[in-house]
């Protein structure tokens, strides 16, 4: 048995948080731990303005069907 381990920055994880970063097009750029270094580096340098993050979202789609399409 084994399981995926998820780190960012100096943190270890068998799970990662619920984030997801967007860019200026709405187009999926990062998730998870990524998505937080990445939109914090982009904060760091100002230039975050253009991006959407979302954070901690999981619970909202046990509520709701979500429907994704790249039309």
Do not use: I, P
């Not at 780190?7 to 709405?26: E, I, P, Q, W, Y």
């Not at 904060?43 to 993050?53: G, I, L, N, V």
């Amino acid at each position: 048995m084994s399981a995926n381990t998820w780190g960012g920055g100096a943190l270890m994880s068998l799970k990662t948080t619920t984030c997801v970063l967007f860019d200026s097009n709405k187009k999926f750029c990062k998730f998870g731990f990524e998505a937080e270094d990445e939109y914090s580096e982009l904060a760091m340098d100002e230039k975050h303005s253009d991006y959407y993050f979302f954070k901690r979202f999981k619970m909202k789609l046990f509520d709701k069907m979500v429907c994704y399409s790249n039309s």
